[in-house]
């Protein structure tokens, strides 16, 4: 499960450094744990709860498994996301950070859909794109 972790979270940091890029702004600026939800902001996007910057967020997770080695305090491929956590697991964000890319994706390549864009994201319904 860290690897599909780190993965989502690579492509959650890509997005953030195109968009900045597009824009004419540094991309390495800015602290990981607001990235994802200056993205969401921007695209007019709800936040979800844990890429809230005020909170404890997947970025407190990303430096502990990208610099130590540690996925939710244990060695690499010791531990399950969220950990002992009932409520981390029992929300799914490693499926929900997949879904952000994917909206991500849509607006940093222009295609117009914005029901698809604004949708949910902590949910398994398949929501329909017109493009």
């Excluded at 602290?31 to 709860?49: I, Q, T, W, Y």
């Amino acid at each position: 499960m860290f690897e599909k972790f780190t993965y989502l979270y690579i492509a959650l940091d890509g997005c953030h450094f195109v968009h900045r890029s597009m824009h004419g702004q540094n991309p390495r600026s800015g602290s990981h744990n607001e990235r994802v939800a200056n993205l969401c902001n921007g695209f007019g996007m709800a936040v979800p709860k844990w890429a809230d910057p005020t909170a404890t967020n997947i970025a407190d997770h990303r430096g502990e498994t990208l610099h130590e080695g540690l996925f939710f305090h244990e060695p690499l491929g010791f531990a399950s996301y969220g950990g002992a956590s009932q409520v981390a697991r029992s929300e799914n964000v490693v499926l929900q950070m997949q879904a952000l890319v994917c909206r991500f994706l849509f607006v940093l390549l222009g295609i117009p859909a914005p029901n698809y864009i604004t949708s949910g994201v902590n949910t398994r319904q398949q929501h329909g794109v017109t493009i």
